[in-house]
């Protein structure tokens, strides 16, 4: 073969185990489990970032919230929509999704996937009668993301019961950032593996520290004699060290002559517990939270946390709503059906105190915006009759039409 036949050749590079299988980034991410060695010399992983309580607190409230919101089947009607709430996709989309999982935990381990990862897959197993049989979640390192040599996108499940390729339409692809090419994704842990490698240092040395019962490392200084005397020394202090955290001793014996001199930076100067403070915004950053919602109270106050509630609807969950609602109503019932549709519903997220949610109640119901019986409804009680109807005040009437009235002249005048 000359030199210019091998110039000809494509480069292709896959999987030694499976050749079908191309080796991308994102490929290798969820094989190695997000794994990325970060500016802090730690190795950052899905599994120890989750050891990072920012980390935790933040994918659990998202993936928790999301997975807690109603989600309905609609169908639209003249003059509205009207719910669907008998067919087997709203079962499946309201309490299971499969023989093993319920709604709830699929959308919340779908979520989870997502905030770690960076995206998350679910097949649509179809039937012969019956559109949606149920959905089953297909995990990250089972599935490969490629294009048909016409362009179109498909997904190969290499693993499990559901092994084989699949079309688009099939499958429910969440993704936090898609890449160019439209096939890779991007890991939120490893696009930031140097500020949670941080926080997983910060963690470790701490830890390290309060095992030396909060003595931090120091140097021995003194006569030795040889080699073999100096690690005597050496071995025989840090086992004073630990007797003493262990026994509650408040003092070291050292040998005549010698003396203990501490090195590196003690934690006050390292200001590590106003870094560990600075990390839980990063992580905040990351997820687009405030950090009201990360248990962070240093910047809360009692006006503004309400204020960061509405926030967290506005801004966070309502972006992951609207690309789950629409990639749900794509792969369900395809892109040209505008008959059937499913929506989360965000009102008990909105709902603040009891006094509020009264007073606006009452505006919806007596200017006609809502009937008493949807007020009700959304307080979880029951419908009465003649609750339906749309109420108006009485004394509201069009302009220049209000009757006129003319006081009698007193007899004096």
């Known amino acids: 073969m000359t030199e210019a036949d091998r110039g000809n050749i494509a480069e292709i590079r896959s999987s030694l185990e499976n050749p079908d299988n191309p080796i991308t980034y994102s490929r290798l991410v969820d094989i190695l489990g997000a794994n990325a060695l970060s500016s802090s010399g730690v190795n950052v992983t899905v599994e120890n970032a989750m050891g990072v309580p920012a980390i935790w607190a933040g994918v659990n409230f998202i993936s928790g919230t999301i997975a807690g919101l109603p989600l309905k089947l609609y169908r639209k009607a003249s003059g509205g929509r009207q719910e669907i709430g008998t067919t087997r996709l709203a079962h499946i989309l309201h309490d299971n999704v ?43 390192e089972q599935m490969t ?12 499940i290499t693993k499990g ?8 339409r099939d499958v429910i692809d969440l993704c936090f950032a898609m890449a160019e090419n439209g096939l890779d994704h991007y890991s939120p842990i490893v696009r930031n593996k140097d500020t949670i490698g941080l926080a997983i240092a910060a963690t470790q040395w701490g830890s390290k520290m ?15 004699k040889s080699a073999g005397a100096l690690a005597r020394s050496q071995d025989d202090l840090e086992e004073a060290v630990r007797r003493a955290s262990k026994d509650d001793r408040l003092a070291l014996s050292l040998p005549d002559g010698h003396t203990i001199s501490p090195i590196g930076i003690d934690p006050e100067k390292m200001q590590l517990v106003e870094l560990k403070k600075f990390l839980i915004e990063e992580v905040a950053r990351i997820y687009s ?73 009452a ?35 069009p302009l220049g ?13």
Do not use: C
């Open 98 to 140: 499969n023989e093993e999982m319920s709604s709830f935990a699929w959308r919340k381990y779908a979520f989870e996937r997502l905030l770690t990862n960076g995206r998350s897959f679910t097949l649509i197993v179809r039937g012969e009668r019956e559109p949606v049989r149920y959905l089953w979640p297909i995990p990250n």
């Open 145 to 156: 993301v490629r294009k048909t040599e016409d362009g179109r996108k498909e997904y190969k």
């Open 161 to 168: 019961m559901h092994k084989g390729t699949y079309p688009a």
């Open 210 to 224: 309060f095992q030396n019962g909060g003595v931090p490392p120091f140097v021995l200084t003194g006569t030795f």
């Open 289 to 361: 939270l405030p950090p009201t919602f990360l248990q962070d109270l240093s910047h809360g106050t009692f006006s503004n946390t309400e204020q960061q509630d509405l926030h967290f609807v506005k801004h966070t969950i309502k972006r992951w709503v609207e690309q789950f609602e629409q990639e749900l109503n794509l792969k369900l019932f395809g892109w040209n059906s505008h008959s059937r549709y499913v929506e989360f519903n965000l009102d008990g997220l909105l709902r603040g105190d009891f006094k509020t949610r009264m007073d606006g109640y």
């Open 363 to 397: 505006q919806g119901i007596q200017n006609a915006l809502i009937t008493p019986n949807e007020a009700r409804r959304r307080e979880n009680m029951p419908d009465q009759p003649n609750g339906d109807n749309l109420l108006i005040q009485g004394a509201t009437v």
């Open 401 to 413: 039409s209000q009757q006129e009235t003319e006081e009698a002249p007193n007899e004096g005048d």
